[in-house]
């Protein structure tokens, strides 16, 4: 199975400031198909996931274009350009470049 | 609008066996692949199965395989997992989500809650 691990677990900031959460695979995330699909995903208190990014950069409709993902290979970025009230939850990476699909163990995201 | 709506989760011993639903609407069903997924009380999400649009290819991961078997009804726009010998570690929200095109999961249902107790 491929593991996937985020870093930081924890990244209290502060409102306005940028926030980065890593994101490392165990294997290359590229499939057969040249594609490499890896997501991210918030999940805000209370509430079901909601899709952010696919294929490592594409912004889904309606995510706020502070939120950008970058990377290649076996690592992955998220950032948020300027963090809000609103972008507290835990955020995952998934990959669902082969079978078992897997999540990142979730970094919290928290404001100071 | 675009919705999925999970029902059917409950409290039930260990060894019994329990089936979810995931009812969709404002879409065309049966164009998408679709995945459950869970979360055990304050823990990190976790993928169990996927179904290909057409009901003709089937993945599961391996701490539900042989006990989980996931299926769908196109006619009636509506997901199923059929969770049998259930354990206490099955303990979770259990979301249906959609698999876009190109692949993506876009659409998430609420969830519903599967206690395992004696």
């Known amino acids: 199975d491929i593991v996937m691990t985020q870093t930081p677990l924890s990244s209290p900031v502060t409102l306005g400031q940028p926030a980065s959460i890593s994101c490392k695979s165990s294997q290359s995330l590229v499939h057969s198909d040249r594609h490499t699909y890896l997501s991210w995903l918030q999940q805000r208190p209370g509430q079901p996931p909601r899709l952010l990014i696919y294929e490592i950069s594409n912004r889904f409709s309606g995510v706020p274009d502070r939120f950008s993902g970058s990377g290649a290979g076996t690592d992955f970025t998220l950032k948020i350009s300027r963090v809000e009230a609103e972008d507290v939850g835990v955020y995952y990476c998934m990959q669902a470049t082969q079978f078992p699909h897997t999540f990142g163990q979730g970094t919290k995201l928290e404001i100071k | 609008q675009v919705q999925l709506v999970e029902s059917g989760g409950g409290v039930v011993q260990p060894g019994r066996s329990l089936r979810l639903s995931c009812a969709a609407s404002g879409f065309t069903f049966s164009t998408y692949g679709m995945h459950w997924v869970r979360q055990a009380p304050g823990k990190g999400l976790e993928w169990v199965a996927v179904?290909?649009?057409?009901?003709?290819?089937?993945h599961y991961a391996d701490s539900v395989e042989g006990r989980f078997t996931i299926s769908r009804d196109n006619s009636k726009n509506t997901l199923y997992l059929q969770m049998d010998s259930l354990r206490a570690e099955d303990t979770a929200v259990y979301y249906c989500?959609?698999?876009?095109?190109?692949?993506?999961?876009?659409?998430w249902g609420q969830g519903t809650t599967v206690t395992v107790s004696s």
């Open positions: 989500a959609r698999d876009g095109s190109p692949p993506r999961w876009d659409v």
């Open positions: 179904i290909w649009y057409d009901g003709s290819v089937k």
